[in-house]
Structure formats: C-alpha cells, structure tokens
C-alpha cells in the first residue's frame, strides 16, 4: 500500500536554510512533488523530480531523492517568513500516472 | 498559465441542503479533474477522479450518493454535496490534470459549514 509520512512541524530563523524531510514506501513511484499551501488556501506546485534522478535545483529550492531508502527532501534556502506554509510531499505510481498520493504535511514556522 | 478556479471559496449552509461547488480550469484543457477533502491540520483525502463525459471513480468509503460529481466539459467539473449535514463541513479542494507540466494543479478550495 501507499504511505507517505513527514514530520509535523519545523521551525527555522529567517536567512538559514530549511530541509523538510519525506518517506514513501512504494517503491513503484514514477514522480514525487512538493506542493506549499498557505492558510485557506489551495496548493501551489513548487517542484518535482522524477524517479530516476537524485537531485533537481530550482532557484531557491533544491529535492533530493534517494530511491533506495525511499527518503525525498526539499531544501529551501535563505528561508524568507513567506515561506511559512505546509509542504505537502506526494507521490504518483507507475500505472496511475495523475493520482497523487499525499503526505501528512510538515507545518514550517519562519522566525526573524 | 494553468490556473484552476473554484466557486464559491466558502459557502454555510442549513442540514439538509445540497450545495454545489464549481471547478474550472481557465487556461488549459482538463480531461480528468479531481475532488479532494481537507480536515483542520491533516492532509488532503481523493474523494473522486472524474474524467470528462463519464462516470467518475469515487475512493473507497466515499459515497457516491452523496458526493455527485459531473465533468460535463474540459474545463468543468462540479461537486454536488446532497442533503449536507454538520458532518459534512470541510474544505473542498479540487485539482484538474493537463497544463503544460502535465501534472495537476489545483483550485484555492471551498470552504463548507454546515449548520
């Protein structure tokens, strides 16, 4: 079965870096995303990686994937307060290309 | 580009009543849109996959009956909540697949309070 997990909360100083942590347990999963949402508000697509890389940059934001311990992070850095959000990691799996399997979502605190 | 619309953001309503929540795609075309339930502080729940001009596949414990779903075109879909009871308070949020990602991207959500 599909099980995603994320530890809850996270509080960073603005100006460090944050890295949000996610485990997945299919290990049939073809692309992983990263969703924020603010409060009352929908999700915004950050990023994604497929399934056979390891690393993908995007300005402030890095993903590492390692496929073997089923372990996804995102690295968001110089943490700004607009960052403050839920991060939200999902998974798709091979055969089910659009149905996203969310995680439990981490609740990131920026302090100044 | 890819931006997805819902109506109404938040609706309260009385036991009993049905409501009705639009999503739509503005910008793009969307043959399979899906409907998601968010409780306070947890994660998102599929409620149901529709795909245009067909039945939509509803989640294991999701009642059918009670959570009409109608994709009557590419950049439509609506959820009817039937008979809606306090239980039934949550937001709604919804997503349509396509865009140029091709990946789903989703709507800013519908709150429902039912009284």
């Known amino acids: 079965g599909e099980d995603v997990e994320q530890s809850l909360f996270l509080s960073v100083r603005e100006g460090d870096s944050s890295v949000i942590n996610c485990t997945y347990t299919?290990?049939?999963?073809?692309?992983l995303y990263w969703y924020k949402q603010e409060p009352g508000a929908g999700l915004q697509l950050l990023t994604y990686i497929f399934s056979n890389m390891d690393m993908k940059q995007d300005q402030r934001l890095t993903v590492l994937l390692n496929k073997k311990d089923k372990h996804l992070s995102l690295r968001i850095a110089d943490t700004q307060t607009g960052d403050s959000a839920i991060y939200f990691c999902?998974?798709?799996?091979?055969?089910?290309?659009?149905?996203?399997?969310f995680g439990t979502g981490t609740r990131l605190q920026v302090t100044l | 580009g890819a931006v997805v619309s819902q109506h109404p953001s938040w609706v309260i309503c009385k036991s009993g009543t049905s409501v009705k929540i639009e999503c739509r795609s503005l910008?793009?075309?969307?043959?399979?849109m899906f409907w998601y339930r968010q409780f306070p502080k947890q994660s998102l729940m599929l409620m149901a996959t529709s795909n245009e001009g067909s039945k939509a596949t509803y989640e294991q414990g999701v009642e059918k009956d009670k959570f009409l779903i109608n994709h009557a075109s590419l950049t439509l879909s609506t959820l009817t909540v039937t008979s809606a009871h306090p239980e039934d308070s949550s937001f709604y949020i919804c997503?349509?697949?396509?865009?140029?990602?091709?990946?789903?991207?989703f709507g800013p959500g519908t709150r429902l309070l039912v009284l």
């Open positions: 997503s349509a697949f396509g865009g140029v990602e091709e990946t789903q991207y």
């Open positions: 299919d290990s049939s999963s073809t692309y």
């Open positions: 910008d793009f075309q969307a043959t399979t």
């Open positions: 999902a998974e798709t799996l091979t055969g089910t290309a659009s149905k996203l399997t």
